[in-house]
């Protein structure tokens, strides 16, 4: 099974509720490191696991922090991706191999840097008439 290991994208994007808004670090976090209340730490910390960690086939070269994006958990059914960006590195997920893999097997993907959000219907899929996000940021 996949750990973080050096990985705290994941410490930084996501709005965490009481904590910390989104696009800015943790105060528990020590970047490259963990968290320092790791077993104190928050539900929602302790039930996200990005993509990279949760599928076993994606390779470690994919570790969000080396393409400085992350693949988020949740309602995707593997049809839509939601694809969280840190704002340090917004082109990161252009010509990105996992964003085009997804596109080649007809995914839609939802792209997020910062507040800006880029819809990518999959390829061979037609693009919705009407797009609504339900996205916590």
């Known amino acids: 099974m996949k750990q973080c290991g050096?990985?705290?994208l994941c410490?930084?994007?996501p709005k965490i509720a009481?904590?910390?808004p989104s696009d800015q670090w943790c105060k528990n976090c020590?970047?490259?490191?963990g968290c320092a209340i790791y077993d104190h730490r928050p539900k929602v910390c302790q039930d996200f696991a990005c993509r990279w960690l949760s599928d076993q086939d994606m390779p470690?070269?994919?570790r969000p922090d080396r393409v400085h994006f992350y693949v988020a958990p949740g309602n995707d059914s593997d049809e839509v991706f939601r694809?969280?960006?840190d704002t340090d590195y917004p082109e990161a997920w252009k010509d990105s191999p996992i964003v085009e893999a997804f596109l080649n097997q007809g995914k839609h993907v939802v792209v997020s840097?910062?507040?800006q959000i880029t819809f990518l219907a999959g390829r061979g899929?037609?693009?919705p008439e009407k797009l609504v996000l339900e996205w916590i940021l």
């Open 83 to 85: 694809v969280r960006v």
């Open 125 to 127: 899929r037609p693009t």
């Open 113 to 115: 840097v910062g507040w």
């Open 30 to 33: 020590i970047i490259g490191k």
């Open 11 to 13: 410490c930084k994007i």
């Open 60 to 62: 470690d070269a994919y």
């Open 6 to 8: 050096e990985c705290t």
């Open 18 to 20: 009481g904590l910390k």
